[in-house]
């Protein structure tokens, strides 16, 4: 029996440069588009091969020596990967913005009159950046009418990204910046201090990345819009963690002898932040007007609601005017107590899904107005204090990194992997060389018999035989296709996850096909000449990727799931390579099923 299963949209493989060939630092032959590579680099490291001095940008994992051009492992602590946005906004156009900032109904009248600017500030402040694809099943109820609801299975597919500030800048109200991937150019450490303030980052790591998990799957959770929810499974599919550096114009004024600040995208021109002198007459006129719109809808709306009301269930209308002239009255007085300073705070530039208090954030918060008394350049100092020790912890870590050279095993002839490379083919032997942290080993990867004699290429595959085990498989709605999931996973399966780098939608699909078909593979010896792609997957990834098809395939079935507990048991781990050829713009398998 002959299987010839289509792998959409993966583009054939790209040639295996010779060894001798100089290739820039985490380049790849695999399907995923190189990115440029961060230019920034650590304390230099010594080549094993010629003692020559290798910069080593942060976050990388394989760099290439400038003279030899032989490629090494960077074992130990690598730091994240940097990425800077380039300056688009000169001190022209940023006193501009700031100029156009000082006028507004709130703000003092004679504000744009007298204000005087007395400096502006260039700085390069550090953002967290996490981008990954969101995938996962939420099972629960949404509602049907105004009475009832019905199951819901949303699925969830998704590449998201999320950013915050790596330093306190609470002072200046910027949390987040707005920047997409192709905004990203590589970090330049030496232009960037030249050109302005760089600060480095001071607020942990670790926490960043949950805070990204958690914004996720608020979103999730939010496109779900579920009433209520029973079971969710979301899993985040090859995340990727940055350091962005963000160009902003810190502009400092002077009115009636205080001084205010405002912040200005350095890549846009538009304004981040700002703080200037309230209104007097605005103030009163809100404190006077809230007052009384706020009693009128509170007391007249109250009556009219009450009047209104047809039954027990009618409460609601009965509180709006309540929630609505409270509200107004309380905007009033915060107006009026707290106007004397006011703030400017963008929603673009808030925390992810941050509230803002009251009217988007338009009035400061209690716990904000001991930070409304301390200037710019008070903050500008304490940053620039915690870089400077920053820097200097960075230079300690990074004695603790070394190089290993990147040599095959077997023939000693020279690699040149891909940064995310995890298994590659030595282009002297043909060898399959697994690249881990402790270093170099041959990898016992098997090929599968082809249909043909002489494939195109061969594609990488953790190969696994796997159980689902259902600890419990509840449903809603009254019908149930439990015994149907319990026959397809009463056995042994055998399961199939792509390893280099393809589309996670096109990942998914064939594992899912190849599950369902249990194709049977018969290992050969390694033809003559047999190239295959990198493996840039790990097993780590390819777990969560089968998380997500387990789900998908029970959710698929004719009925309503609302709970889903398994236990799944992987074993013989195996990578195997089966022959494929070119279709179109992807590839198609010739294996041999039995």
Same mark, same amino acid.
């Given at each position: $029996?002959?299987?010839?299963?289509?792998?959409?949209?993966?583009?054939?493989?790209?040639?295996?440069?010779?060894?001798?060939?100089?290739?820039?630092? =985490?380049?790849?032959?695999?399907?995923?588009?190189?990115?440029?590579?961060?230019?920034?680099?650590?304390?230099?490291?010594?080549?094993?091969?010629?003692?020559?001095?290798?910069?080593?940008?942060?976050?990388?994992?394989?760099?290439?020596?400038?003279?030899?051009?032989?490629?090494?492992?960077?074992?130990?602590?690598?730091?994240? @990967?940097?990425?800077?946005?380039?300056?688009?906004?000169?001190?022209?156009?940023?006193?501009?913005?700031?100029?156009?900032? +000082?006028? =507004?109904?709130?703000?003092?009248?004679?504000?744009?009159?007298?204000?005087?600017?007395?400096?502006?500030?260039?700085?390069? +402040?550090?953002?967290?950046?996490?981008?990954?694809?969101?995938? /996962?099943?939420?099972?629960?109820?949404?509602?049907?009418?105004?009475?009832? *609801?019905?199951?819901?299975?949303?699925?969830?597919?998704?590449?998201?990204?999320?950013?915050?500030?790596?330093?306190?800048?609470?002072?200046?109200?910027?949390?987040?910046?707005?920047?997409?991937?192709?905004?990203?150019?590589?970090?330049?450490?030496?232009? +960037?201090?030249?050109?302005?303030?760089?600060?480095?980052?001071?607020?942990?790591?670790?926490?960043?990345?949950?805070?990204?998990?958690?914004?996720?799957?608020? &979103?999730? @959770?939010?496109?779900?819009?579920?009433?209520?929810?029973?079971?969710?499974?979301?899993?985040?599919?090859?995340?990727?963690?940055?350091?962005?550096?963000?160009?902003?114009?810190?502009?400092?004024?002077?009115?009636?002898?205080?001084?205010?600040?405002?912040?200005?995208?350095?890549?846009?021109?538009?304004?981040?932040?700002?703080?200037?002198?309230?209104?007097?007459?605005?103030?009163?006129?809100?404190?006077?007007?809230?007052?009384?719109?706020?009693?009128?809808?509170?007391?007249?709306? *109250?009556?009219?609601?009450?009047?209104?009301?047809?039954?027990?269930?009618? +409460?609601?209308?009965?509180?709006?005017?309540?929630?609505?002239?409270?509200?107004?009255?309380?905007? =009033?007085?915060?107006?009026?107590?707290?106007?004397?300073?006011?703030?400017?705070?963008?929603?673009?530039?808030?925390?992810?899904?941050?509230?803002?208090?009251?009217?988007? =954030?338009?009035?400061?918060?209690?716990?904000?107005?001991?930070?409304?008394?301390?200037?710019?350049?008070?903050?500008?100092?304490?940053?620039?204090? $915690?870089?400077?020790?920053?820097?200097?912890?960075?230079?300690?870590?990074?004695?603790?990194?070394?190089?290993?050279?990147?040599?095959?095993? &077997?023939?000693?002839?020279?690699?040149?992997?891909?940064?995310?490379?995890?298994?590659?083919?030595?282009?002297?032997?043909?060898?399959?060389?697994?690249?881990?942290?402790?270093?170099?080993?041959?990898?016992?990867?098997?090929?599968?018999?082809?249909?043909?004699?002489?494939?195109?290429?061969?594609?990488?595959?953790?190969?696994?035989?796997?159980?689902?085990?259902?600890?419990? &498989?509840?449903?809603?709605?009254? @019908?149930?296709?439990?015994?149907?999931?319990?026959?397809?996973?009463?056995?042994?399966? &055998?399961?199939?996850?792509?390893?280099?780098?393809?589309?996670?939608?096109?990942?998914?699909?064939?594992? *899912?096909?190849?599950?369902?078909?249990?194709?049977?593979?018969?290992?050969?010896?390694?033809?003559?000449?047999?190239?295959?792609?990198?493996?840039?997957?790990?097993?780590?990834?390819?777990?969560?990727?089968?998380?997500?098809?387990?789900?998908?395939?029970?959710?698929?079935?004719?009925?309503?799931?609302?709970?889903?507990?398994?236990?799944?048991?992987?074993?013989?781990?195996?990578?195997?390579?089966?022959?494929?050829?070119?279709?179109?713009?992807?590839?198609?398998?010739?294996?041999?099923? /039995?």
């Amino acid at each position: $029996m002959t299987t010839e299963t289509p792998l959409p949209n993966v583009p054939p493989a790209a040639p295996v440069p010779p060894a001798s060939a100089p290739i820039p630092p =985490g380049s790849a032959s695999s399907t995923a588009a190189p990115r440029p590579t961060p230019r920034e680099s650590s304390q230099g490291l010594i080549c094993p091969n010629c003692a020559g001095v290798v910069p080593v940008a942060e976050g990388l994992r394989v760099v290439q020596c400038p003279y030899c051009n032989l490629h090494s492992l960077v074992q130990g602590e690598r730091g994240v @990967r940097r990425w800077q946005v380039a300056r688009q906004v000169d001190r022209g156009r940023a006193e501009e913005a700031v100029r156009g900032f +000082l006028g =507004g109904m709130r703000k003092a009248r004679d504000l744009r009159r007298l204000a005087t600017i007395d400096e502006m500030v260039l700085a390069y +402040l550090p953002f967290w950046r996490v981008e990954a694809t969101v995938a /996962g099943w939420l099972f629960g109820r949404v509602r049907k009418d105004e009475d009832e *609801t019905k199951p819901d299975e949303h699925y969830v597919f998704e590449s998201m990204h999320w950013n915050d500030a790596a330093v306190d800048v609470a002072e200046f109200g910027v949390h987040r910046i707005v920047v997409s991937r192709d905004d990203l150019s590589p970090f330049d450490s030496q232009t +960037l201090h030249a050109e302005a303030m760089v600060f480095e980052p001071s607020e942990s790591r670790t926490a960043a990345l949950d805070e990204a998990r958690n914004y996720f799957v608020r &979103r999730a @959770r939010k496109a779900a819009a579920q009433k209520t929810t029973s079971y969710e499974n979301i899993q985040l599919l090859r995340p990727e963690f940055a350091l962005v550096y963000f160009p902003v114009w810190i502009g400092r004024y002077s009115y009636r002898n205080r001084t205010y600040q405002v912040v200005v995208d350095g890549a846009s021109g538009r304004v981040m932040y700002g703080k200037a002198p309230g209104n007097i007459l605005y103030r009163a006129i809100a404190l006077v007007g809230g007052l009384a719109v706020g009693n009128l809808v509170l007391v007249n709306g *109250t009556i009219l609601a009450a009047l209104a009301q047809t039954d027990d269930d009618s +409460l609601g209308l009965l509180l709006l005017p309540i929630a609505v002239g409270a509200g107004l009255i309380l905007y =009033g007085y915060r107006q009026f107590r707290y106007g004397e300073e006011v703030e400017d705070k963008p929603r673009d530039f808030q925390k992810a899904d941050a509230e803002g208090g009251l009217l988007g =954030g338009a009035i400061p918060s209690m716990g904000d107005l001991p930070k409304m008394m301390k200037t710019g350049m008070t903050v500008l100092e304490d940053l620039e204090k $915690m870089s400077r020790q920053r820097r200097a912890r960075n230079r300690v870590s990074k004695t603790n990194m070394k190089l290993l050279l990147l040599r095959c095993p &077997r023939c000693n002839h020279a690699l040149t992997p891909g940064n995310d490379d995890v298994v590659v083919q030595c282009p002297n032997c043909h060898a399959a060389v697994a690249i881990s942290e402790g270093g170099l080993q041959l990898s016992p990867a098997q090929y599968a018999a082809s249909t043909e004699p002489r494939p195109e290429t061969w594609l990488p595959f953790w190969v696994y035989r796997g159980q689902v085990t259902f600890q419990s &498989r509840r449903t809603q709605g009254g @019908r149930s296709a439990t015994e149907e999931a319990q026959k397809f996973w009463g056995q042994p399966r &055998r399961i199939y996850i792509p390893a280099w780098a393809c589309e996670l939608a096109d990942a998914r699909d064939l594992v *899912t096909d190849l599950l369902a078909k249990q194709p049977t593979l018969s290992a050969i010896t390694p033809p003559e000449d047999a190239a295959f792609l990198p493996a840039a997957i790990t097993t780590e990834d390819g777990r969560k990727l089968l998380e997500l098809v387990i789900v998908t395939l029970e959710a698929q079935r004719k009925d309503w799931l609302e709970s889903l507990k398994y236990e799944l048991k992987l074993d013989s781990e195996a990578l195997w390579l089966l022959p494929a050829q070119r279709a179109g713009d992807g590839w198609t398998l010739l294996i041999k099923g /039995g």
